[in-house]
C-alpha cells in the first residue's frame, strides 16, 4: 500500500491546519470531476464530486472548487486530522464518455 | 450489501502462467472497469464495460481479456503472465448514465500480483 505514494507529489502539514490539495485537468470538454481518498492498502474511496456548471461544492469538512477558465479543481480539507493521511486523486470525465480518468495523485501526510 | 469483491487479494504468478481475477458487484451497477496501480503513476484504465455483454478497451488493454456475462460479474483474464504485469489491480463499478448518485465510482479493495 505505502507503495502507491512513491513518486508522488506529497503535501506534509499539521493536525488542526486546512489542507488544499490542487489539481490541474486536461480536457475542457470534461463535465463531471471527482476526488478520491486512498488509504494505504485499499482501494480509492469517493470523497465528493462536483458538475462543470458548478464552481464550489461543500461536504463534511471538505469543499471542491472548480475553475473551468484555468482547467483547475481543488480539495480542501478542513482542520486536517491524522485519519486524512492518505493518496488523493481527482478524476474527470468528458461528456458523453462513459468512464472517468484519473490524475497522478498527491500523498497527503499529516503530523500530529 | 458487500459492494465490489474482488478475489484473489494476493497472487503470485510464474511468467507465462494464466490466471482471472474475479470482480462482482451486487449494486446492479452497469459500468464495471478494471484498473491497474502501479508506483507513481495513479490509475490506469484496462477494460471497461458499460453492460452485460458489452465490453471496450482501455488505456493499457494489452495482455488482458475481459468478458461480461452477467450484470454482477466483471472478470480479468491474464493470458501469459509476464513480470510487467506485476501491479495492484482494481475493479470498480458505477450506476451508469442517468443515475446521478453513482457517477463516481466504487472500487474493490485491490488484487496484488506478483509475477516472477
Known amino acids: 500500500g505505502e507503495s502507491v505514494g512513491l513518486h508522488l507529489p506529497t503535501l506534509s502539514v499539521q493536525e488542526g491546519d486546512n489542507s488544499i490539495i490542487n489539481c490541474a485537468y486536461s480536457n475542457s470538454a470534461s463535465d463531471y470531476f471527482i476526488w478520491y481518498k486512498q488509504e494505504s492498502g485499499k482501494g480509492p474511496q469517493f470523497i465528493i464530486d462536483i458538475r462543470s456548471n458548478m464552481d464550489k461544492r461543500q461536504g463534511q469538512r471538505v469543499t471542491v472548487l472548480l475553475n473551468k477558465t484555468v482547467k483547475h479543481l481543488s480539495l480542501q480539507i478542513a482542520a486536517t486530522q491524522p485519519g486524512d493521511s492518505a493518496v488523493y486523486f481527482c478524476a474527470e470525465r468528458i461528456g458523453g464518455s462513459y468512464i472517468p480518468t484519473f490524475g497522478r495523485g498527491t500523498s497527503l501526510i499529516v503530523h500530529p | 450489501n458487500a459492494g465490489v469483491t474482488q478475489t484473489p487479494k494476493f497472487q503470485v504468478l510464474k511468467t507465462g502462467q494464466s490466471m482471472t481475477l474475479q470482480c462482482a458487484q451486487d449494486?446492479?451497477?452497469?459500468?464495471m472497469s478494471w484498473y491497474r496501480q502501479d508506483p507513481g503513476m495513479g490509475l490506469r484504465l484496462i477494460h471497461y464495460?458499460?453492460?452485460?455483454?458489452?465490453?471496450d478497451q482501455g488505456e493499457v488493454p494489452n495482455g488482458y481479456n475481459v468478458s461480461r456475462s452477467t450484470t454482477e460479474d466483471f472478470p480479468l483474464r491474464l493470458l501469459s503472465a509476464a513480470p510487467s504485469q506485476t501491479s495492484v489491480y482494481f475493479c470498480?463499478?458505477?450506476?451508469?448514465?442517468?443515475?446521478?448518485?453513482?457517477?463516481?465510482?466504487?472500487f474493490g479493495s485491490g488484487t496484488r500480483l506478483t509475477v516472477v
Open positions: 470498480a463499478s458505477s450506476g451508469g448514465q442517468g443515475t446521478r448518485a453513482n457517477y463516481g465510482y466504487t
Open positions: 464495460s458499460v453492460g452485460a455483454g458489452i465490453t
Open positions: 449494486m446492479n451497477h452497469e459500468y
